[in-house]
């Protein structure tokens, strides 16, 4: 007869970006580890410094924790929300209130999580009460992935996804919801969902409400959204994909953001699909491997994320920390409200905003025109992204930014500037997406939807378009982008030759690994196997040695790994350990952004995107410009 596990009594189960029953590895281990798991979600919105969720993302998450809670009442349990402004704090007092003997969670990865988490661990370590952590959000933890030849890991995301298509073993298998839990004390106080401060202000809420239209939240949601995805749109998707007149993609990433449903899961459902066309005679392997690289994209980004966890506020190419931006903010608005005068770009503003969602090429184009027509900060535009998505992810946006503004080494290069017209040509041929979100423009002729300033004035007069008065002109012309530009590429190839930094050298982070502090200074080998040991189907290793994220009493992937790429994924977690001087006056668990010296001869001014206020007033505070050499 197979032994019977010593359980623990009580185990906290920290919920964050991970809010569902199945596929959820932490959730799994607590249940079979502990007679009671209690589920906690902790409020702690200041603890993220200027990326403090914006308005569509509060409204997101309260739905999706109240019906998180609805499906743990369901299981016998409850959700125990907690608000605080020290997340570490609050545990500890959990656990003390209790009498909890261990906490499990699932990791994050962006660089405010990974400080925040680590100080969890330790001071929870401290006080003897071992965490446990858990691969719920990839499907390969980043340190799996690493360069064979080079022992670094990948900064391109080709090689990056082959070798994830390649890995020897597959990515977990989906674990299914436990049958039931053990009830939660009426003792362990909970905050009332609804009561909670999810908003900054109620004009916010009352603003957000009406996203209730567009997006359902929940598992319920997320499960609609998939099926009709794998039932209408993914065959197609190799072709349709990129079209932005009509639906073409899955709509998937609010679910995804928050952990409503699973990557695992999504990826073995369209590997099923994909096999049910297969057995049908119906050759859908390029669309399938098409959608499977958009998710691949999703997990480059935490990977970029984990290795380079100063993606989101500096390039990696180190050439363009020079590049002499403009800090106008007049542009900046215009921008931001839909007003450029161009209505391919005003269309997804509009969208965007009213929303919190647009098609990925929407985004880049946006975001492109941002960055290299008006030659503003990318960071800018990060922010305000942030602010305005429903499925704002500090990651995904990070990589779509530093794409666009060529920061990646795979990316177009800086000087690349999207041809507006043709781009209008390929992906909204007849206006029709134009049309549904700038609806004064509606009545214009397709010839003239994507430039009105070239109609005449009688087919003008006709649509009722009055250029400069209800619609306006554009804020810049091609020519002066181009003009701007070639200037920018001159200031940053005279800092390049001074300073002899290689345009393609991706920036490395330091390598010393700081001791007995930093995330990866914590990796350390355990042997056993856990939930997340990829025994799912096909060539699951079982039972292995893996590397836990950091302290505590981790749980294996239960795969081997090199030691080499151990030792460099350690190195690139101990940078993540900000100096305690820097980060004094900062909201906890901010980490204080690295400043580097300016390329020789440049005057680099403050970090653009240290200095930004709150974007949900209009006044922003932006320092004074970047001095070009
Ligand atoms: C400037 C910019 C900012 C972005 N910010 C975000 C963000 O904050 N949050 C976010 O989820 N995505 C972001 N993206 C990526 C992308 O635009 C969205 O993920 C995608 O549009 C979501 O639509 P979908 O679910 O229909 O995607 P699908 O094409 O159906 O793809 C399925 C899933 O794959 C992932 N994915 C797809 N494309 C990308 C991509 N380019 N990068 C990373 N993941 C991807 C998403 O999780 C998505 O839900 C950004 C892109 C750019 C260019």
Redesign the pocket.
């Known amino acids: 007869m197979a032994e019977q596990k010593d359980k623990s009594n009580c185990v906290l189960l920290w919920c964050r970006r991970d809010l569902r029953l199945d596929d959820n590895p932490a959730l799994t281990a607590a249940v079979q580890d502990a007679h009671m798991v209690i589920p906690v979600f902790i409020w702690a919105p200041e603890e993220e410094g200027q990326f403090q969720p914006g308005r569509y993302s509060r409204w997101w998450t309260k739905q999706t924790v109240l019906l998180f809670n609805q499906q743990l009442q369901q299981l016998g349990a409850r959700l125990i929300v907690r608000r605080t402004s020290d997340t570490s704090k609050a545990l500890q007092q959990l656990v003390a209130e209790t009498g909890a003997s261990a906490v499990y969670f699932n990791h994050l990865y962006d660089p405010i999580s990974l400080v925040r988490d680590h100080e969890v661990k330790q001071s929870l370590t401290r006080t003897n009460i071992p965490c446990r952590s858990f691969n719920s959000d990839l499907l390969y933890e980043p340190w799996e992935i690493m360069d064979p030849q080079t022992e670094q890991p990948y900064t391109c995301f080709e090689n990056f996804w082959n070798r994830v298509l390649s890995m020897p073993y597959p990515p977990p298998f989906p674990t299914a919801p436990p049958a039931k839990m053990a009830p939660v004390p009426e003792a362990v106080q909970s905050v009332e969902i609804n009561k909670l401060d999810w908003f900054m202000t109620p004009e916010q809420e009352a603003s957000s409400d009406q996203l209730r239209f567009k997006w359902k939240p929940g598992i319920s949601g997320a499960l609609e959204k998939l099926d009709a995805?794998l039932s209408g749109r993914l065959h197609q998707f190799e072709h349709d994909?990129a079209k932005v007149d009509r639906e073409s993609?899955?709509?998937?990433?609010p679910w995804?953001?928050i952990g409503t449903i699973s990557v695992r899961y999504i990826f073995y459902r369209v590997c099923q699909r994909q096999a049910e066309w297969a057995a049908q005679g119906k050759d859908t392997s390029q669309s399938c491997k098409d959608?499977l690289q958009?998710?691949g994209?999703?997990e480059y980004?935490r990977y970029l994320s984990f290795h380079f966890p100063f993606i989101h506020e500096r390039a990696l190419l180190a050439h363009l920390r020079a590049c002499p931006w403009r800090m106008d903010q007049v542009t900046f608005k215009a921008w931001r409200q839909g007003q450029s005068g161009y209505p391919l770009i005003d269309a997804a503003m509009r969208q965007l905003c009213s929303t919190g969602?647009?098609?990925?090429r929407m985004?880049?184009v946006a975001?492109s025109f941002m960055v290299k027509n008006l030659l503003l900060p990318w960071q800018w535009?990060l922010k305000h992204?942030?602010d305005t998505?429903l499925?704002?992810?500090l990651e995904?946006?990070a990589?779509?930014?530093q794409?666009?503004s060529g920061g990646l080494a795979d990316a177009h290069p800086f000087s690349y500037i999207i041809d507006l017209e043709r781009e209008a040509s390929r992906f909204d041929p007849d206006g029709e997406y134009v049309r549904r979100w700038l609806p004064v423009l509606a009545r214009l002729p397709t010839a003239y939807i994507h430039a009105p300033w070239r109609a005449p004035h009688e087919v003008l007069a006709a649509a009722d378009v009055e250029l400069g008065a209800n619609y306006p002109m554009p804020i810049i012309s091609r020519e002066e982008s181009v003009a701007n530009m070639a200037e920018a590429c001159r200031v940053l190839d005279r800092c390049t030759s001074s300073s002899g930094v290689s345009h393609k050298q991706p920036y490395r982070a330091p390598t010393e690994v700081v001791s007995g502090s930093g995330i990866g200074a914590m990796l350390k080998p355990l042997t056993g196997s856990g939930p997340n040991t990829g025994t799912g189907t096909g060539t699951g290793t079982g039972t292995g040695t893996g590397y836990q994220l950091n302290g505590g009493q981790g749980s294996g992937s239960g795969n081997m790994q090199q030691p080499a790429a151990r030792r460099v994924a350690a190195q690139r977690g101990a940078v993540l350990h900000a100096p305690a001087a820097a980060s004094a006056g900062r909201p906890r668990g901010y980490h204080a952004p690295q400043r580097h010296a300016p390329a020789e001869g440049c005057s680099a001014g403050p970090s653009p995107s240290t200095q930004l206020t709150d974007s949900r007033t209009d006044a922003y505070q932006y320092p004074p410009a970047l001095q070009p050499c």
């Open positions: 995805f994909r993609t899955s709509q998937l990433s995804i953001h959608f958009q998710m994209y999703r980004s969602w647009c098609h990925n985004r880049v975001a535009g992204f942030w998505q499925d704002a992810d995904c946006d990589l779509g930014w794409y666009v």
